[in-house]
């Protein structure tokens, strides 16, 4: 089977073997040496596995009918058997789409030619080792069945017997047909665990089989008499299911991604500052505890499932680290994170959402219990999944093909999905409507539906190389992240940032839309966040004035920022609070000198030494206007500030030291992007697939003269190899050598290796001496040496 099977790869031509390779990329990894090789690794187990897992609902019907309609006798069958049986019953698929589905299963080598030009068809013998026996849901033939001997021989005699077997079935009580109705259905086995009457009847009538303790079976015969009326294969699907309801306008399902994108990335860098403000430990088995993440969520004011899916997110991003303080490792924003939260919003939503879609990483498994009974908590390698990133990637693609805008539930998306490869759907649909979710969260679908930039996005995995470009140098492929299409998409539909705020009475600092980042740092600076959304609030408080003065504003300073990005008027009361904070800023000063304090203002140096609440820091005076204290100047400086002073550090020239809030920062992680699926034969252009071929076939030509040569020395040496001695062997391998020097001719010479096996290579001579023969090989444009004392034949190449 396995030789016919190369003869038939071999008689392809070089497009139908190329189109092959592209619809079996796993086929060429790594390239076979030769067909043979290609036609053995076409039919394991893997590779057929891989293959029918692509393949849709009715391509795997009409599989099944073509297992149904082989002969007994040699295991063929043809395109008219197939027909025949698929369109039998009344409303049956279209003889075109069935023709349609064959050419399918032969495109993929699955299906093939029992002889050349003839019309009998053949499958790969694995077909049968990987698909279900259970043909259809028709259960197995009685003389398959796993019983025992005498049973199985009552069973066979029943079902040979058609008019026998139909008064049988004639006189099955209601309940029992209705028990055999449903078998003959699918699938066709069933279990029981306290026998009942129908089924008792059943197997006394031997129309149900026990094939195990607890377990009956419906014999395939008795199963397609059942379906005579439906046809043997039962319902078939050659339409993909209906689904949604009808698309909404375009512009609104952007509108809403976007938004929800605004949304994401605002709370993702919640998240992360409140990281950095109080860093979270490692768990010891890796991870994230429950209590942290429950912080961080209510700090971020988002529930714990969301928070964890951007936690994920931003480490996949490469914005979260971790770090070794003391004796604890914690989780800390990594070194990108300040050039992330400074770029362009699309530019941020963008780096998050391509790591979502390559990230192996289930985020809505965490909160759940292992097989050990433990529980998976975020960040934790518990909760690497190789197959979700290709979920994700299904899922993005199901809603690209259908009409822009419409938004499909749940349900629907999944039936849809399972007709297009129910075996890679099999046990995976939580998984798929889990990456629905996250989609949602993330932005990259608006009510349910794809959008713009979305589409944008799954196009991320099809850049490199292609038909029109093979060397993969296309402009979106090298573009800077701020121009990919992407970005671009997303950043149309986002509200331009602004420049300005409105300030109003209560101290409050509204933002009308995203801040441009150098007014997002001054405002980070001067005052305190409190919402965000669409329009950003914040609030100046003493304590965020405070915090610009020691940063190095003045008064003067902080009049004239708001004063420049307030459409408003500046509220009096903010007016009055910067000076209030700017007067009483830096009367007070402490000094390295373990530590000390002085002060140009007598009184108030007074009132710090009568100051119960800094009894602690013993202060002593040493002038009107300087103390002193056996306290470090740090502890000083934060004991005068907890008691509402509001001191600054100088240095030892007495000059006021600047402090900005010191930043940790994990190292740098690289972030992941998205890349395409393996499955989809990836940079399989046209002339690589010809090259492939070419090398392939080659390879063949010089395998299947490698396996003649012997038949060529004996030829030479005009008697049976099996009468020629060694040297007679040695001495006609080096007249052929000497021969082919001469005229520059290929010739097939088989040596002895060193590691003492036999091998074959077809070279060119190009000179014998002092013991060597030197040859070049065509192929790889090298030149080889070989000892003459380890070539045992020689054959030329023709």
């Given at each position: 089977?396995?030789?016919?099977?190369?003869?038939?790869?071999?008689?392809?031509?070089?497009?139908?073997?190329?189109?092959?390779?592209?619809?079996r990329p796993d086929l060429i990894t790594p390239v076979p040496t030769d067909l043979t090789v290609l036609?053995?690794?076409?039919?394991?187990?893997?590779?057929?596995?891989?293959?029918?897992?692509?393949?849709?609902?009715?391509?795997?019907?009409?599989?099944?009918?073509?297992?149904?309609?082989?002969?007994?006798?040699?295991?063929?069958?043809?395109?008219?058997?197939?027909?025949?049986?698929?369109?039998?019953?009344?409303?049956?698929?279209?003889?075109?789409?069935?023709?349609?589905?064959?050419?399918?299963?032969?495109?993929?080598?699955?299906?093939?030619?029992?002889?050349?030009?003839?019309?009998?068809?053949?499958?790969?013998?694995?077909?049968?080792?990987?698909?279900?026996?259970?043909?259809?849901?028709?259960?197995?033939?009685?003389?398959?069945?796993?019983?025992?001997?005498?049973?199985?021989?009552?069973?066979?005699?029943?079902?040979?017997?058609?008019?026998?077997?139909?008064?049988?079935?004639?006189?099955?009580?209601?309940?029992?047909?209705?028990?055999?109705?449903?078998?003959?259905?699918?699938?066709?086995?069933?279990?029981?665990?306290?026998?009942?009457?129908?089924?008792?009847?059943?197997?006394?009538?031997?129309?149900?089989?026990?094939?195990?303790?607890?377990?009956?079976?419906?014999?395939?015969?008795?199963?397609?008499?059942?379906?005579?009326?439906?046809?043997?294969?039962?319902?078939?699907?050659?339409?993909?299911?209906?689904?949604?309801?009808?698309?909404?306008?375009?512009?609104?399902?952007?509108?809403?991604?976007?938004?929800?994108?605004?949304?994401?990335?605002?709370?993702?860098?919640?998240?992360?500052?409140?990281?950095?403000?109080?860093?979270?430990?490692?768990?010891?088995?890796?991870?994230?505890?429950?209590?942290?993440?429950?912080?961080?969520?209510?700090?971020?004011?988002?529930?714990?499932?969301?928070?964890?899916?951007?936690?994920?997110?931003?480490?996949?991003?490469?914005?979260?680290?971790?770090?070794?303080?003391?004796?604890?490792?914690?989780?800390?924003?990594?070194?990108?994170?300040?050039?992330?939260?400074?770029?362009?919003?699309?530019?941020?939503?963008?780096?998050?959402?391509?790591?979502?879609?390559?990230?192996?990483?289930?985020?809505?498994?965490?909160?759940?219990?292992?097989?050990?009974?433990?529980?998976?908590?975020?960040?934790?390698?518990?909760?690497?999944?190789?197959?979700?990133?290709?979920?994700?990637?299904?899922?993005?693609?199901?809603?690209?093909?259908?009409?822009?805008?419409?938004?499909?539930?749940?349900?629907?998306?999944?039936?849809?999905?399972?007709?297009?490869?129910?075996?890679?759907?099999?046990?995976?649909?939580?998984?798929?409507?889990?990456?629905?979710?996250?989609?949602?969260?993330?932005?990259?679908?608006?009510?349910?539906?794809?959008?713009?930039?979305?589409?944008?996005?799954?196009?991320?995995?099809?850049?490199?190389?292609?038909?029109?470009?093979?060397?993969?140098?296309?402009?979106?492929?090298?573009?800077?992240?701020?121009?990919?299409?992407?970005?671009?998409?997303?950043?149309?539909?986002?509200p331009p940032p602004v420049d300005h705020v409105l300030i109003q009475a209560d101290l409050t600092v509204?933002?009308?839309?995203?801040?441009?980042?150098?007014?997002?740092?001054?405002?980070?600076?001067?005052?305190?966040?409190?919402?965000?959304?669409?329009?950003?609030?914040?609030?100046?408080?003493?304590?965020?004035?405070?915090?610009?003065?020691?940063?190095?504003?003045?008064?003067?300073?902080?009049?004239?920022?708001?004063?420049?990005?307030?459409?408003?008027?500046?509220?009096?009361?903010?007016?009055?609070?910067?000076?209030?904070?700017?007067?009483?800023?830096?009367?007070?000063?402490?000094?390295?000198?373990?530590?000390?304090?002085?002060?140009?203002?007598?009184?108030?140096?007074?009132?710090?030494?009568?100051?119960?609440?800094?009894?602690?820091?013993?202060?002593?005076?040493?002038?009107?206007?300087?103390?002193?204290?056996?306290?470090?100047?740090?502890?000083?400086?934060?004991?005068?500030?907890?008691?509402?002073?509001?001191?600054?550090?100088?240095?030892?020239?007495?000059?006021?030291?600047?402090?900005?809030?010191?930043?940790?920062?994990?190292?740098?992680?690289?972030?992941?992007?998205?890349?395409?699926?393996?499955?989809?034969?990836?940079?399989?252009?046209?002339?690589?697939?010809?090259?492939?071929?070419?090398?392939?076939?080659?390879?063949?030509?010089?395998?299947?003269?490698?396996?003649?040569?012997?038949?060529?020395?004996?030829?030479?040496?005009?008697?049976?190899?099996?009468?020629?001695?060694?040297?007679?062997?040695?001495?006609?391998?080096?007249?052929?050598?000497?021969?082919?020097?001469?005229?520059?001719?290929?010739?097939?010479?088989?040596?002895?290796?060193?590691?003492?096996?036999?091998?074959?290579?077809?070279?060119?001579?190009?000179?014998?001496?002092?013991?060597?023969?030197?040859?070049?090989?065509?192929?790889?444009?090298?030149?080889?040496?070989?000892?003459?004392?380890?070539?045992?034949?020689?054959?030329?190449?023709?």
């Amino acid at each position: 089977m396995s030789t016919e099977f190369a003869d038939h790869l071999r008689a392809l031509s070089d497009d139908a073997l190329g189109a092959l390779l592209r619809l079996r990329p796993d086929l060429i990894t790594p390239v076979p040496t030769d067909l043979t090789v290609l036609a053995a690794r076409a039919q394991t187990r893997v590779s057929v596995a891989r293959t029918l897992d692509s393949l849709d609902r009715f391509t795997l019907e009409i599989l099944d009918a073509v297992r149904l309609t082989r002969s007994p006798s040699d295991g063929s069958t043809t395109a008219a058997a197939v027909i025949a049986m698929a369109c039998a019953p009344t409303g049956g698929p279209e003889p075109a789409r069935v023709t349609e589905a064959l050419d399918r299963l032969r495109e993929r080598a699955l299906l093939y030619p029992a002889r050349p030009g003839d019309e009998a068809l053949r499958l790969v013998a694995t077909v049968d080792e990987v698909c279900s026996p259970y043909l259809a849901g028709l259960g197995r033939p009685a003389a398959e069945l796993d019983t025992a001997a005498e049973l199985q021989g009552a069973v066979i005699a029943l079902v040979n017997d058609p008019a026998r077997l139909r008064r049988t079935l004639l006189a099955a009580p209601p309940a029992a047909r209705a028990v055999l109705d449903r078998l003959a259905e699918g699938p066709p086995v069933g279990t029981t665990v306290n026998r009942t009457e129908p089924v008792t009847w059943l197997l006394e009538h031997h129309l149900l089989v026990e094939t195990a303790e607890g377990a009956v079976e419906l014999p395939r015969e008795l199963g397609l008499l059942l379906r005579r009326d439906a046809g043997p294969l039962g319902p078939l699907h050659p339409l993909p299911p209906a689904i949604g309801t009808g698309p909404r306008a375009v512009t609104t399902v952007d509108r809403a991604g976007a938004g929800q994108a605004m949304t994401a990335v605002r709370h993702t860098e919640d998240l992360l500052e409140a990281l950095n403000e109080e860093p979270p430990t490692v768990l010891r088995g890796g991870g994230m505890g429950v209590l942290p993440l429950r912080r961080l969520a209510k700090a971020a004011g988002i529930a714990e499932p969301l928070a964890g899916l951007l936690l994920e997110t931003a480490a996949a991003a490469g914005l979260i680290g971790e770090v070794e303080l003391g004796s604890e490792t914690v989780f800390l924003p990594a070194a990108g994170y300040d050039d992330w939260r400074v770029a362009p919003l699309a530019q941020r939503w963008a780096r998050l959402a391509e790591a979502w879609l390559a990230m192996p990483r289930q985020p809505a498994l965490a909160g759940q219990r292992d097989l050990k009974d433990k529980p998976l908590t975020v960040l934790s390698p518990q909760l690497e999944r190789a197959g979700t990133p290709a979920a994700r990637r299904a899922v993005l693609s199901a809603l690209g093909e259908l009409v822009p805008g419409t938004g499909p539930d749940a349900d629907e998306l999944l039936e849809w999905l399972r007709w297009q490869a129910p075996r890679r759907m099999r046990g995976r649909e939580e998984l798929h409507r889990e990456a629905l979710s996250e989609a949602a969260d993330l932005g990259v679908t608006g009510l349910g539906a794809l959008t713009a930039y979305g589409r944008e996005l799954v196009e991320l995995t099809n850049l490199g190389p292609s038909d029109d470009d093979p060397l993969g140098l296309r402009p979106e492929a090298v573009l800077p992240p701020e121009q990919t299409p992407l970005v671009v998409a997303l950043a149309e539909l986002l509200p331009p940032p602004v420049d300005h705020v409105l300030i109003q009475a209560d101290l409050t600092v509204v933002v009308p839309g995203p801040p441009e980042p150098a007014l997002a740092a001054e405002l980070d600076l001067v005052a305190e966040h409190e919402s965000g959304g669409g329009a950003s609030v914040y609030r100046v408080t003493a304590a965020s004035l405070r915090r610009a003065l020691d940063a190095g504003y003045a008064g003067p300073d902080l009049h004239a920022l708001f004063a420049r990005r307030s459409k408003t008027s500046v509220p009096q009361a903010l007016t009055y609070l910067v000076d209030d904070v700017s007067r009483t800023h830096g009367g007070l000063r402490t000094g390295p000198a373990n530590g000390y304090l002085r002060s140009d203002d007598e009184g108030l140096v007074s009132a710090v030494l009568a100051d119960r609440r800094l009894a602690g820091l013993q202060l002593r005076r040493l002038a009107p206007t300087v103390l002193v204290t056996t306290f470090s100047a740090a502890r000083l400086l934060t004991a005068l500030r907890d008691a509402g002073y509001a001191p600054v550090p100088e240095d030892a020239t007495g000059a006021a030291v600047l402090t900005k809030p010191r930043m940790r920062r994990a190292a740098a992680r690289a972030a992941l992007q998205a890349q395409p699926d393996a499955l989809d034969a990836p940079g399989l252009t046209e002339p690589r697939l010809l090259g492939i071929v070419e090398e392939i076939r080659r390879g063949d030509a010089r395998a299947r003269a490698a396996r003649r040569a012997p038949d060529a020395v004996r030829a030479a040496a005009g008697q049976p190899m099996s009468s020629l001695t060694a040297v007679q062997a040695h001495s006609h391998a080096l007249a052929v050598l000497q021969q082919a020097v001469r005229d520059r001719a290929k010739v097939w010479v088989g040596y002895v290796d060193a590691h003492g096996a036999n091998a074959s290579r077809l070279v060119r001579p190009v000179s014998i001496g002092a013991g060597y023969l030197r040859a070049e090989d065509d192929r790889t444009q090298t030149l080889h040496t070989f000892a003459l004392h380890r070539i045992t034949a020689a054959a030329p190449a023709d």
